[in-house]
């Protein structure tokens, strides 16, 4: 296996600076990226405005294919400093970094692809990097590992509540019918789980005191039915809760993140860290 000692001089200074946010030029890349992309979404944002368009429209053009240029010599730059290209690629961020500067060339080609650059903004989660929020790392962990131990449970509380819904949406479709509104199972399947939700969008209402106490019930219902999911996940986080530190170092093997102060090899490749 490659180690990252392979990396050496120039190329692994880049390294540090371009993938890792442990070092000051790190986070200063990192944060300087994030506000090309927010600017770039900003942009696209405004050139949707017809009345922002009709005036500087070409100035957004412009600021657009600055920040396209930008972002395709960043792909670049990460593609030939990485060890595993291929894993790069068609990692999460890989695909990201690519889909992101595609839309501006295709819009060349394709009317409309251009809307498709808010994808962009998804690649602010590189924020969790960048201020090297590792007590947020290791949270995200935790209630992954939650999530996972508590599926289970939270599948079999998604089947009572879509059993529940399809039943009294069924009653509701019987009690109220199509005259009020009730034309079918299904959109009284729908009422029933906006009711239940407490979105209440009011396009539907019953209107028979029978149908009105069911509505009560639900509505009363759902206040508990929102706590549940919330209870599962908490009741695991707290066996789950871990006690050690992680970093924001990046794997140059398997490009994760996530690892203990102390490791020395990443946890997922078993890859040498720096």
């Avoid at 090309?36 to 942009?43: G, K, N, Q, R, T």
């Avoid at 935790?142 to 399809?166: D, E, G, Q």
């Avoid at 990046?250 to 102390?262: F, I, N």
Wanted: charged share 20%; aromatic share 10%; proline share 3%.
């Amino acid at each position: 296996m490659k180690s990252k000692k392979e990396l050496s001089g120039w190329r692994l200074k880049l390294y540090e600076i371009v993938f890792e946010a442990d070092t000051k030029y790190g986070r200063i890349f990192d944060i300087t990226l994030l506000v090309c992309i927010m600017v770039s979404v900003l942009v696209v944002m405004l050139e949707s405005v017809i009345e922002i368009k009709e005036q500087i429209g070409d100035w957004l053009i412009g600021i657009e294919w600055f920040f396209t240029i930008i972002f395709t010599l960043e792909y670049a730059l990460r593609f030939y400093i990485v060890l595993e290209k291929r894993k790069y690629v068609l990692s999460f961020f890989g695909l990201i970094d690519l889909v992101s500067v595609l839309p501006t060339y295709l819009g060349l080609l394709l009317p409309g692809a251009q809307s498709l650059m808010v994808i962009r903004s998804i690649r602010l989660l590189r924020i969790f990097r960048i201020f090297k929020l590792a007590r947020f790392i290791g949270e995200g962990q935790s209630l992954a590992l939650a999530l996972k131990a508590s599926r289970h449970k939270i599948i079999v509380f998604l089947i009572t509540i879509i059993t529940s819904v399809i039943i009294t949406g069924t009653l509701m479709f019987l009690i109220e019918g199509p005259t009020h509104g009730f034309s079918n199972i299904p959109k009284s399947i729908y009422w029933a789980i906006v009711t239940m939700t407490t979105v209440g969008y009011g396009d539907i209402a019953p209107q028979t005191a029978l149908g009105q106490a069911i509505a009560s019930f639900i509505m009363i219902m759902g206040y508990g039915i929102i706590a549940v999911p919330t209870g599962i996940v908490s009741a695991e986080m707290v066996q789950q809760k871990q006690k050690s530190k992680v970093t924001t170092q990046v794997c140059p093997h398997c490009l994760k993140d996530g690892h203990d102060a102390d490791a020395t090899f990443c946890k997922y490749c078993s890859g040498e860290l720096n």
